[in-house]
């Protein structure tokens, strides 16, 4: 049962446009969202967070957007620059699930010069 | 310069044989994990830890043991009970257990001879 969906497996844009990442969830209980930037063969770096008290956080180039009612957040990257070019992990968190955080199958980025 | 750190980045295993990865942060974080990440797939969590001398089975446990002796320290021992055990491993902290930001290491890969 995936909880934290990624349908796109990967995402190709141009240098300078926007990117839009995708993620949807099952779960109504989950109230803590994250996005991770991960490089291959290292570890995950966090992007950027939101509460399931927010509908939108901004830092610097990169927005996350929440819609409760779909279910179903996303990641801007505005302008995306190719050192964006990365796999991108959602995950999802319940105050009541003792911090587990559940993935999504991950987005890889392409971002071109 | 705080951080989390794996090691080896490298692991060889044998049929029958137990190995230790190790995890060592200098965040003074409570909280501590293992994931397991296969190809094309999203994290999975093995084992967490609230505290030390305090651990937690997670999704994906059979097979794996830990130990929490320091708060420092969650190293991760991969049982021959593991069949399976080809994959990258995750390490990560966070400040408490509950709605916070994990942060990772950068991996350790597991393959098997």
């Known amino acids: 049962d995936q909880q934290v969906k990624q349908n796109s497996p990967s995402l190709s844009v141009q240098e300078g446009r926007i990117s839009i990442l995708n993620c949807d969830y099952t779960n109504s209980m989950f109230d803590y969202f994250l996005w991770y930037k991960k490089y291959p063969a290292e570890g995950p770096t966090f992007l950027i967070s939101i509460s399931s008290i927010k509908d939108k956080n901004e830092d610097g180039r990169f927005t996350v957007f929440l819609n409760k009612s779909a279910k179903h957040l996303s990641l801007h990257i505005v302008p995306s620059q190719p050192g964006d070019s990365a796999v991108y992990f959602c995950a999802a968190s319940s105050s009541g699930n003792t911090g587990k955080l559940i993935f999504g199958q991950g987005t890889t980025l392409q971002v071109k010069p | ?113």
């Open chain 2, 1 to 113: 310069d705080g951080g989390i750190t794996q090691s080896p980045k490298y692991l060889f295993r044998k049929e029958g044989q137990n190995v230790t990865l190790s995890c060592e942060q200098n965040l003074n974080h409570d909280a501590m994990y293992w994931y397991r990440q296969d190809p094309g797939q999203g994290l999975r969590l093995i084992y967490y830890s609230q505290i030390v001398n305090d651990f937690q089975k997670g999704d994906i446990a059979e097979g794996y043991s830990v130990s929490r002796e320091k708060k420092e320290s969650f190293p991760l021992t991969v049982t021959s009970a593991q069949k399976n055990p080809t994959a990258f491993y995750l390490c990560a902290s966070s400040t408490h257990l509950g709605k916070e930001t994990q942060y990772f290491g950068p991996g350790t890969r597991l393959l098997v001879l």
